[in-house]
T-cell receptor
Framework: GESVGLHLPTLSVQEGDNSIINCAYSNSASDYFIWYKQESGKGPQFIID?????DKRQGQRVTVLLNKTVKHLSLQIAATQPGDSAVYFC???????????FGKGTMLLVSP | KAGVTQTPRYLIKTRGQQVTLSCSPISGHRSVSWYQQTPGQGLQFLFEYFSETQRNKGNFPGRFSGRQFSNSRSEMNVSTLELGDSALYLC???????????FGNGTRLTVT
């Protein structure tokens, strides 16, 4: 099976800082990785994804880095804003099916 | 394009009763997955349907069941409710495997 872990349950940053949220996975055969953001009272919202044939992918203010050697995934948020405050989950897709294994989540707190 | 719609948003049931939750996926999405979210266990996969067929099932008791209709809408049913079934139930849709899941805002089930 797959297990997905996050290093920090809570991350507190100042507005304007860069934030880095980390995630580790166990199955070296995993080939698709997704970051979600969940705000209070809402479902997880897709942020960015990356496939195992890539090491880095950039979106708007977000970058995902994948290190397959150590089975580590990170989400970098540039110039963090108060609206970025939420719980962030990494998820690993089991090859061949739409079954995501989620990490426990990191709560990002952004203070002005 | 409308997102994933889940109804109802909130439910309060008594132990021993049964409940049916509904999900309308994003138009054109044929895969529907269900997840249970609790503070203690996080997000856990229940089952996935594709073209009216259950393609994958998580590690939940047989009291949890689901189905998908020809228009891709899906329902899940929980029979003989237990206090521990209190959770946020999330539905997600995707075009197919290996594509991001898009979540609804969930149904908050409280069992008393």
């Amino acid at each position: 099976g797959e297990s997905v872990g996050l290093h920090l349950p809570t991350l507190s940053v100042q507005e304007g800082d860069n934030s880095i949220i980390n995630c580790a996975y166990s199955n070296s055969a995993s080939d698709y990785f997704i970051w979600y953001k969940q705000e209070s009272g809402k479902g997880p919202q897709f942020i960015i994804d990356i496939r195992s044939n890539m090491d880095k992918r950039q979106g708007q203010r977000v970058t995902v880095l994948l290190n397959k050697t150590v089975k580590h995934l990170s989400l970098q948020i540039a110039a963090t804003q108060p609206g970025d405050s939420a719980v962030y989950f990494c998820a690993v897709l089991n090859s061949g099916y739409s079954t995501l294994t989620f990490g426990k989540g990191t709560m990002l707190l952004v203070s002005p | 394009k409308a997102g994933v719609t889940q109804t109802p948003r909130y439910l309060i049931k008594t132990r021993g009763q049964q409940v049916t939750l509904s999900c309308s996926p994003i138009s054109g999405h044929r895969s529907v997955s269900w997840y249970q979210q609790t503070p203690g266990q996080g997000l856990q996969f229940l089952f996935e349907y594709f073209s009216e067929t259950q393609r994958n099932k998580g590690n939940f008791p047989g009291r949890f069941s689901g189905r998908q209709f020809s228009n891709s809408r899906s329902e899940m049913n929980v029979s003989t409710l237990e206090l521990g079934d209190s959770a946020l139930y999330l539905c997600a849709s995707s075009l197919q495997g290996h594509s991001p899941l898009h979540f609804g805002n969930g149904t908050r089930l409280t069992v008393t």
